[in-house]
């Protein structure tokens, strides 16, 4: 699809938000490479997030895209 769109738009991609909440800091580093990897323009939570969500997921979505080259 963004091959398609040539550039008229951007891509957001989502990292699951069940997986935010309950998974591992790995689980959520990978999803980032996946959506950056595929030309995700912009990578966030894919709604809203739940006030128990541990700062340590949130981190590592931060660290993955900070770290992406």
């Given at each position: ?8 738009f951007?891509f957001?991609?989502?990292?699951n938000?069940?997986?935010l ?10 999803q980032?490479?996946e ?17 128990t969500?541990?700062n340590?997921?949130?981190?590592a979505?931060?660290?993955?895209i900070?770290?992406?080259q």
């Open positions: 699809m963004k091959q398609a769109a040539h550039d008229r951007s957001m991609g989502n990292i938000t069940a997986d909440l309950n998974g591992p800091p790995e689980v959520i580093e990978r980032v490479l959506n950056l990897e595929a030309g995700t323009d912009i990578v966030s939570p894919g709604c809203a997030l739940a006030p969500c541990p340590e997921n949130l981190a979505m931060a660290r993955a900070r770290n992406w």
